[in-house]
C-alpha cells in the first residue's frame, strides 16, 4: 500500500499504534556528524543503530588531519554540539588536537563506542525495496531499514596531476595523511596549496625555519582574526562560568553566520566591510614584490574565506620563497615550474584539499531498479533538503549536495540536518511507513529556490571555488543558515512518497 499524503486512513490506524515497528538505521561514518546523529537517535528512542567507521577511532576530519599548525577557522566556541558545549578550549580558533579530544570525550561520555563496528570500510549498499543491504571490503553483511551516510563532504583527498611525479625520489604524501615522526628540520620541503590548510601549514613550518618552497597558483584572500589564545584566568572563569563561553558562542555564530554568509549572497555593508579588512589586511605586508605575488585575482569571499594573522609575517622570513609560476612537470629531484628553473627538495607535501563532490563515495549505492546513484548524479548532483534524494528510499545524507557550506561552523548546521532525519524516521516508524523516497518534483523545486539566488551571490563575480559546479549550478546553499534550518524543522510529508 502506498500513500503520498500524510493524513489517509492508514495513516490515521498507524497513528494508533497498529502499525508501529522499530527500526534499524546504519549510519556511515564517526566523524563529528556522524556520533550527532547517533546520539540524537538515540535520544528519540531509535537505539537500534550500528555506525560503520573505515578508521579504528571516532573524530573524522579531526582525526585524520594531523599536519602542523591544524586548526579549525571558526571560533571553538560556536564549534561545538548545542547539548555539549567545552568551556574549555584554549585558542579563539581551537586546535586540531583539542578538537579531537572533544570527540573522543563525547565518544566516551555518551558510550557511543558500543555501537561503532571499526577499522570497516562499506564499500556497496543495496536497496531492495524495503531495506538496505550493505556490504563491507572484508565481506560483512548487514540489513538495516535506514541509511545515513555522515561522511562529511571533505573525506577524500585530492591530488593534483603533475606530470613525472611518481618519479620525484624523496617523500611525498596529502596533509590529511601525514607522515607521523617525520623531520623536516634539515629538509627542502615544497608546499602545493594555498587554501586554509595550505595557509595553516606553511605558516607553522615557516615558522619553524624549515627551507620552504610554497607553490600558490592562486593566492587566497585572508581575513585578518587572529588566533588568540586564552589566558589562565580565561580558561577558569569559564569553566566556573559555562554560560560565558556559551554567550561567546551565540556571539560568534551570529557574526558569521548574518556577516559571512550574508556577505556571500547579497551586496550589502557586510560585503563592502569584509572586502576592505581583506584588502587592508593584505596592504600590510611590507615587501611590495611579496604583496604582488600574493594578490589574489579574484574579489574577496569569491573563494571561501581564510581566517589568519600569521600567514603574511611568516612567509615574509628568509627561509620562505612564494612560487607563482605554474608547476609544469615533477622530476627526480624536485618540481619544475613555468618558468623553467627546477626547484629540488626533499620533500613534497599537497594541502590540495579533497574532493568536495565525493559525499557517499567511494562506496556504491544501487537502488532497488538497479541504478546507481554515481550513475543517477552523472547528470545532476542534487538532493531534496540536500538530504533525500528521489529514486533512493531510506538513504539520507549528513552534508550532501547544496547543504550550507561556507565560513560558519558545519556542526550547527549539521545539527539541523540531524535533527530533521531524526524526526522523519521516527515519523515512519509510528506510522507504520517502512519506506520513504523523495518526490522528483520536490528536489526540483528545491534546487530552483537554490539557483534562483545565484545572481546576488559574490560567486558570480569570476572565479574558480568548490561552490560551483562546471555547469554554473551551486552546489551549495545559496540563502543563510537560519532559511536552511527553517526549511527542515518541519518536514513536509507531501513532498514524499510514502510506502507501508
Known amino acids: 500500500m502506498q500513500s503520498d499524503i500524510a493524513g489517509s486512513p492508514a495513516m490515521g490506524e498507524a497513528r494508533n499504534g497498529k502499525a508501529a515497528y522499530r527500526p534499524r538505521t546504519a549510519i556511515i561514518g564517526a566523524g563529528a556528524a556522524g556520533m550527532m546523529q547517533a546520539i540524537k537517535l538515540r535520544e528519540a528512542g531509535l537505539d537500534d543503530i550500528v555506525i560503520y567507521e573505515k578508521a579504528n577511532e571516532v573524530g573524522g576530519t579531526w582525526r585524520e588531519n594531523r599536519y602542523p599548525g591544524v586548526a579549525c577557522d571558526v571560533p571553538a566556541h560556536h564549534y561545538n554540539y548545542s547539548f555539549e558545549h567545552n568551556p574549555g578550549w584554549s585558542h579563539r580558533l581551537a586546535l586540531g588536537g583539542e578538537i579531537q579530544s572533544y570527540m573522543l570525550k563525547v565518544a566516551d561520555k555518551y ?88 595557509t595553516q601549514l606553511i605558516a607553522a613550518l615557516a615558522n619553524q625555519g624549515v627551507d620552504l618552497t610554497a607553490f600558490i597558483r592562486t593566492p587566497q584572500w585572508i581575513f585578518p582574526l587572529p588566533n588568540r589564545r586564552f589566558g589562565d584566568m580565561e580558561r577558569k572563569i569559564v569553566r566556573a562560568m559555562p554560560w560565558i563561553g556559551r554567550a561567546a558562542g551565540r556571539f560568534y555564530g551570529w557574526f558569521f553566520e548574518h556577516v559571512f554568509a550574508e556577505a556571500v549572497i547579497k551586496n550589502g555593508w557586510q560585503r563592502k566591510f569584509l572586502s576592505s579588512m581583506c584588502k587592508w589586511h593584505l596592504g600590510r605586508i611590507k615587501d611590495p614584490e611579496l604583496r604582488r605575488k600574493l594578490t589574489p585575482p579574484d574579489e574577496p569571499l569569491c573563494k571561501r574565506m581564510v581566517m589568519s594573522t600569521a600567514f603574511y609575517p611568516a612567509v615574509s622570513r628568509r627561509n620562505v620563497e612564494i612560487v607563482r609560476d605554474g608547476i609544469v612537470r615533477a622530476t627526480e629531484q624536485g618540481i619544475v615550474d613555468q618558468s623553467g628553473r627546477l626547484h629540488e627538495l626533499d620533500v613534497i607535501i599537497f594541502a590540495t584539499g579533497f574532493d568536495a563532490r565525493a559525499y557517499h563515495r567511494p562506496i556504491e549505492l544501487t537502488n532497488a531498479r538497479g541504478e546507481s546513484l554515481t550513475k543517477v548524479w552523472e547528470g545532476q548532483t542534487g538532493a531534496h533538503l540536500s538530504v533525500h534524494v528521489p529514486g533512493f528510499p531510506n538513504f539520507m545524507l549528513v552534508g550532501g549536495p547544496h547543504s550550507p557550506r561556507g565560513n560558519f ?92
Request: hydrophobic content about 35%; charged content about 25%.
Open 111 to 198: 558510550d557511543l563506542r558500543r555501537d561503532i563496528v571499526f577499522g570497516t570500510k562499506v564499500t556497496g549498499c543495496r536497496f531492495d525495496g524495503r531495506k538496505w543491504h550493505l556490504e563491507t571490503v572484508e565481506g560483512h553483511l548487514d540489513t538495516v531499514d535506514f541509511l545515513v551516510a555522515a561522511t562529511g563532504p571533505l573525506h577524500v583527498p585530492a591530488f593534483p596531476r603533475i606530470e613525472g611525479l611518481d618519479d620525484f625520489e624523496g617523500a611525498k604524501f596529502h596533509s590529511a595523511q601525514w607522515m607521523d615522526g617525520i623531520d623536516l628540520s634539515d629538509k627542502r620541503v615544497g608546499v602545493i596549496g594555498s587554501g586554509s590548510t595550505g
Open 409 to 500: 561552523s558545519a556542526i550547527a548546521y549539521s545539527e539541523a540536518i540531524v535533527d530533521h532525519i531524526v524526526k522523519v524516521i521516527k515519523f515512519c516508524a509510528e506510522n507504520g511507513y517502512h519506506s520513504i523516497e523523495a518526490k522528483p518534483e520536490a528536489l526540483d523545486e528545491f534546487l530552483q529556490k537554490v539557483k534562483s539566488a545565484v545572481p546576488s551571490t559574490i560567486w558570480i563575480s569570476g572565479c574558480t571555488n568548490w561552490y560551483m559546479d562546471e555547469n554554473g549550478m551551486p552546489e551549495t546553499w545559496t540563502g543563510t543558515p537560519d532559511a536552511y534550518r527553517e526549511i527542515l524543522r518541519e518536514p513536509r510529508y507531501e513532498e514524499f512518497k510514502l510506502a507501508r
